[in-house]
């Protein structure tokens, strides 16, 4: 959509704000999340526009995939399903943690929700043959959302993920920096911080076409298996074994 955009310009107007976020401490980690869910949670309205349009035969017929389908399926969505690991860095952070856990299944649930109920959307919008080529299916559909006072509303829509993105970025490089500052005492969470938004910074130069995003997805996708079927679970035991 932005084929001239410098990413250099922008990963170094967003990388700023990010380190700004990450001085403030933790607070401010939970107050950009909460404005990364209440924000853009208007998109949810942008569903009507595509519906319009949907033919749900196109999700006919039910069940007709194989094991092997689900499998590959189920290791494609691994990684939109990742970051719920991250608790395990910001738990102690949490008062009443126990008393809490209701609202993070209540959050998992609805985040489930929102994956369930636009990939339906999707699927009865998009022919099975353009859907399987598109690269970006939901801004696609932000397309064709018209108000009488707005015509291109992918902008709009566009600039608004950022503020999804944006506590995806700073849960990560807090934890990353709070680890390192563990792994290696001698080191500050700060100077492990800048380290980590430099080598962003400069991997964003490496990291431009969508062939190379969607390799990088899969690396990801692929060590979130191992992190969650092997790591945790592993981690867990060894947990159990020491307390005992």
């Known amino acids: 959509m932005f084929p001239d955009l410098n990413l250099w310009v922008a990963s170094a107007v967003i990388l700023p704000l990010i380190a700004f976020i990450l001085k403030g401490g933790f607070r ?47 290791r494609n969505m691994v990684l939109s399903y990742l970051r719920f690991e991250l608790t395990l860095f910001y738990y102690g952070f949490i008062k009443m943690a126990e008393r809490s856990q209701k609202w993070a299944h209540l959050g998992n649930a609805v985040t489930i929700f929102t994956y369930l109920a636009l990939s339906i959307i ?37 600039t608004t993920w950022m503020m999804v993105i944006m506590p995806i970025l700073c849960l990560f490089l807090w934890a990353a920096s709070r680890n390192m500052k563990h792994l290696f005492p001698h080191l500050q ?30 690396i990801t996708s692929q060590f979130g298996i191992f992190f969650l079927g092997s790591y945790i679970p592993l981690l867990y035991i060894l947990t159990l074994r020491r307390r005992k």
């Open 28 to 74: 401010s980690i939970v107050g950009i999340c909460f404005l990364g869910v209440v924000l853009p949670s208007f998109l949810v309205l942008t569903i009507y526009f595509p519906l319009q349009y949907a033919h749900f035969g196109n999700l006919l017929p039910v069940g007709g995939f194989t094991i092997k389908e689900m499998v590959i399926s189920t």
């Open 122 to 158: 999707s699927f009865a919008y998009f022919p099975a043959s353009y859907i399987k080529n598109a690269e970006w299916a939901t801004l696609i559909m932000w397309k064709i959302v018209e108000f009488p006072f707005l015509e291109r509303f992918e902008y709009i829509g566009v």
């Open 189 to 218: 969470q700060k100077t492990a911080l800048y380290m980590g938004l430099l080598l962003m910074f400069l991997a964003v130069g490496f990291i431009q076409t969508r062939s190379q995003i969607s390799l990088l997805n899969s």
